[in-house]
Each structure stands twice: as structure tokens, then as C-alpha cells.
């Protein structure tokens, strides 16, 4: 089992920044590729961004591109999702995932989730 903690989510303006941080126990964290995920209201939950074991290579959905990057720290068991130039319809509940092997987007192919943290990006 691992277990996910996600932080960092509040209440920002548009064109603001805001670090998530997801913690992880339990399981060796670095055998894990990690991902972050967001679901909007009325939304689908949908794939943001990854990064493999070994923090080599961020994943990016075509939004998150320039804005968004991922970063790991194995030795802190912790993932980090940097978002800058927020927008309105960035807001969501954002989540942090965990599966063996590489990053993928299919959320049905990730094992372990964390509860999530709110993003409310005002404009």
C-alpha cells in the first residue's frame, strides 16, 4: 500500500503561482510513477502531469504545458507540482496518483490516490 497526502492548495488570483506538494508512505516511493490529476465540477477527472521513478522526463497535457512542471524528491518521498500563470479554469481538486511502471494519462491505470487538495484560481 502507499499512501498519498496531497498540500498546498488555497485560494490564489489569476496569473498567480502555487506549489502542491503530494507526500507519500508506506511503499518504496521511488519504485512509483507519479502523477497529478484534477476534476472540475461537472468535469471528468483528467491528467495534468507525470514524472517516472527516476524524475526523468515530465508528461504534460497540452494545458499544462509551459505553466506547469513536476518535480520528485525520492529521498523525501514527496512530488511537487509548480503551477504558474493560474487561470479561471485551472480551478479544481487537484490529485496526486501513484502507479508501478511509467507515467501514463489513463487515470484507470494508476493504484493509489490521494484525497486532494483544492485549487481556486479567481479572475
Known amino acids: 500500500q502507499v499512501q498519498l497526502v496531497e498540500s498546498g492548495g488555497g485560494l490564489v488570483q489569476s496569473g498567480g503561482s502555487l506549489r502542491l506538494s503530494c507526500a507519500a508512505s508506506?511503499?518504496?516511493?521511488?519504485?512509483?510513477?507519479m502523477g497529478w490529476f484534477r476534476q472540475a465540477p461537472g468535469k471528468e477527472r483528467e491528467f495534468v502531469i507525470g514524472?517516472?521513478?527516476?524524475?526523468?522526463?515530465?508528461y504534460y497535457a497540452d494545458f499544462a504545458k509551459g505553466r506547469f512542471t513536476i518535480s520528485r524528491d525520492n529521498a523525501k518521498n514527496t512530488v511537487y507540482l509548480q503551477m504558474n500563470s493560474l487561470k479561471a479554469e485551472d480551478t479544481a481538486v487537484y490529485y496526486c496518483?501513484?502507479?508501478?511502471?511509467?507515467?501514463?494519462?489513463?487515470?484507470?491505470?494508476?493504484?493509489?490516490w490521494g484525497q486532494g487538495t483544492q485549487v481556486t484560481v479567481s479572475s
Open positions: 514524472i517516472n521513478w527516476g524524475g526523468i522526463g515530465g
Open positions: 508506506g511503499r518504496t516511493f521511488s519504485n512509483y510513477a
Open positions: 496518483a501513484a502507479r508501478r511502471g511509467v507515467v501514463i494519462s489513463r487515470r484507470e491505470d494508476y493504484e493509489y
